[in-house]
């Protein structure tokens, strides 16, 4: 009597099994492109944002560089990839951190279009000493090395910018030393422009990122 009924059961058609097939895989086509889509979509947005900041970016440098425009007239500062860099000479006798007379007259032509710029943008000013690549002099005993004569130096123009006019809390200083010259070490000349102070307008970092640290 099994064997009969057995036989009696209808088997399943093939179409319906192929539908069930046909439907799963539609399925998961469906699945697929959407997911496509959305990282597409992911991309487009990373894209315009790269392209937004990069745009912001320009729009600051030009926005300096036109606050910039009388002391890069007199040729004494220099403005490149957003830095304002000044040669170490003009500021600065050799291995000494103090400041030449017109190296704090320059620094004074810079306060007005600084304090403008940062008036307008959420930014600070870092302030970035460099060194050539010789040891320091023993008859200068107050620096072990190169670090420390940056430092000072750095210090020594952002404490002048400070008295000069910029608000303290939107500068800082850095030092390098003898690290990232512009040009390699291999004379005199190229000492002297290794020898400099940057300044560098860099992002404040947001109140919410503070907070949670």
Not at 1 to 13: E, G, I, R, V
Not at 86 to 104: H, K, M, R, W
Not at 193 to 198: A, D, G, L, Q
Request: net charge negative; charged share 20%; glycine share 6%.
């Amino acid at each position: 009597m099994d064997d009969l009924h057995d036989q009696d059961t209808p088997a399943t058609p093939v179409w319906a099994i192929f539908s069930d097939l046909m439907a799963a895989l539609v399925g998961l086509f469906v699945l697929l492109l959407v997911w496509v889509i959305g990282i597409q979509l992911e991309l487009s947005q990373s894209l315009e944002q790269e392209k937004a900041q990069r745009q912001a970016e320009q729009q600051r440098r030009q926005t300096l560089e036109q606050a910039l425009a009388d002391p890069l007239a007199s040729g004494r500062i220099s403005f490149h990839n957003g830095r304002i860099g000044i040669n170490g000479s003009v500021l600065f006798a050799l291995n000494a951190d103090q400041l030449q007379p017109n190296g704090e007259a320059l620094l004074r032509t810079l306060v007005a279009p600084l304090r403008a710029y940062l008036s307008e943008h959420d930014e600070l000013l870092m302030v970035s000493g460099f060194t050539d690549d010789l040891a320091i002099q023993k008859d200068n005993p107050r620096y072990a090395d190169n670090w420390g004569l940056s430092a000072q130096r750095a210090l020594t123009v952002t404490r002048t910018l400070i008295a000069q006019g910029i608000p303290a809390e939107r500068i800082f200083a850095a030092a390098f030393g003898d690290n990232q010259p512009v040009v390699p070490n291999q004379d005199n000349a190229s000492r002297a422009k290794n020898r400099r102070v940057e300044i560098t307008t860099v992002p404040r970092a947001s109140n919410e990122a503070s907070g949670n640290e």
